[in-house]
């Protein structure tokens, strides 16, 4: 097919598409050929793999694994060079299609695996991407492939601090797919109504049985189907050799007709207010299926000691919060205070005061009147991604408190 008359650009910054979806989906399957589409489209995109597993650009790189941005930057480190670190030593260039277009590509990573929070390792990526200049990029398009779990902020973090303007939810016709966009649909739906500006586009059926499934569910949530990829065994053959599924006609066909009303915003449109995220029974009954209204038997400690008379627990031993910030003063002190100040910066809260309260642990006071209780490090992305929320919302505060992410408070 031509190529896709250029969209006028009005400025160097590119759209941010998210693509999520629970693990296991084919999520780095359809954004590297919904990235190479819009490259053969006449686009210049750049595919950024959002996940520590780092596979996103696989098949984008015939095959080639992409050295991560957590790596290179660590490598760089401990050299004590990493005023040197350049995008060209973790952004790369491929053609496809036998040189038909050029596209760009990043695995941002993460810790190894078992030593470190994943989702701190994104929020720290996009960091330094802005560093290197990210949104000044002359770039039409970024493509963000992020694995499903956003109950971690680092994985929310495009929804959070609307880093993509719009988000597609892949899945297929399965209870376990659909349960996680259910979730991601929640989630954009709450940072939507804390002010946020990212949009839902809608669902991308992957490895459709025809079952119609997904096109109910899609039906109760007030999503529109995108597009719906079939089962295919030759399809699935090239995806494991690392290959194009552009290649098939019939699947080249589905990815430009998506790609194009990408391009041509001709998609239809999502009022993020008349989403509805499934309550569990009603989202049960997508399925056919109810929930039993009936209480479980709890498990007595008798049954759970074999019958064996109980034996006394060993003594929790807790540190108070002001011993453990004197006993962490390193880490507490220097990257984790850096990174709470960096990112407070970003959203134009500046601090003027950093101390530790026996009872609240970390307190900031910020502009020099607005108090900011963090309490420890623990699900620091949350918390920011909470207080972004609330800054883009508008409202007035004078105090907040994050201790508990899952509810905060604010006045």
């Known amino acids: 097919m031509p190529a896709h008359p250029k969209q006028k650009q009005t400025s160097t910054t590119a ?13 780095s399957f359809f954004t590297t050929n919904l990235v190479s589409k819009l490259a053969l489209l006449g686009n210049r995109v750049l595919q950024l793999g959002c996940d520590p597993k780092h596979d996103s650009c696989n098949a984008l790189f015939g095959g080639v694994s992409l050295p991560t941005l957590g790596d290179v930057w660590r490598e760089f480190k401990e050299a004590g060079r990493e005023d040197e670190l350049a995008p060209h030593h973790v952004i ?3 053609t496809i299609m036998d040189g038909a277009a050029t596209v760009y590509g990043c695995e941002i990573g993460g810790p190894e695996v078992g030593r470190g929070c994943g989702g701190r390792g994104i929020t720290f990526g996009f960091d330094m991407l802005e560093k290197f200049g990210l949104s000044q990029w002359a770039l039409d398009f970024v493509v963000m492939d992020f694995l499903g779990d956003v109950v971690c902020g680092g994985f929310a973090t495009p929804l959070s601090r609307s880093l993509a303007e719009e988000v597609i939810i892949l899945c297929g016709n399965d209870r ?31 490895r459709d049985d025809g079952s119609g499934v997904a096109a109910r569910f899609a039906e109760k949530i007030n999503l ?9 065994r ?31 915003r001709t998609l239809p449109e999502v009022k993020m207010e008349e ?15 109810e929930e039993p209204d ?31 910030a004197v006993g962490d003063k390193p880490d507490m002190d220097a990257p984790t205070r850096m990174v709470v100040k960096r990112l407070l910066n970003e959203l134009g809260m500046y601090v003027t005061e950093a101390n530790h309260d026996p009872k609240k642990g970390m307190t900031l006071t910020v502009d020099g009147y607005t108090t900011i209780c963090i309490g420890s490090a623990d699900d620091l992305d949350s918390k920011i991604a909470i207080l972004a929320a609330l800054k883009r ?19």
């Open 294 to 324: 009936i209480v479980p038997d709890g498990a007595s400690a008798e049954e759970l000691f074999g019958g064996q008379p109980q034996r006394k627990p060993a003594p929790v031993i807790t540190l108070g919060l002001m011993e453990r």
């Open 176 to 206: 376990q797919s659909l349960y996680a966009a259910n979730n991601i649909a929640s989630a954009a739906k709450y940072f939507a109504s804390m002010g946020g500006r990212t949009k839902l586009l809608g669902l991308v059926v992957n």
């Open 224 to 232: 529109p189907v995108l597009a719906s990829i079939p089962l295919d």
């Open 15 to 27: 759209r941010m598409l998210a693509v999520y979806g629970k693990g296991g989906m084919g999520k």
């Open 275 to 289: 989403v509805q995220p499934l309550a569990y029974k009603e989202f049960l009954s997508v399925f056919g299926a």
């Open 393 to 411: 919302s508008g409202e007035q505060f004078r105090y907040v408190d994050l201790r508990r992410p899952a509810s905060p408070f604010y006045r």
């Open 234 to 264: 030759t399809v699935r053959e090239l995806a494991d050799a690392c290959k194009l599924a552009l290649q098939e006609p019939r699947f080249d066909v589905i990815f430009d007709r998506l790609a194009r009303q990408i391009i041509d």
């Open 92 to 94: 790369f260039k491929t």
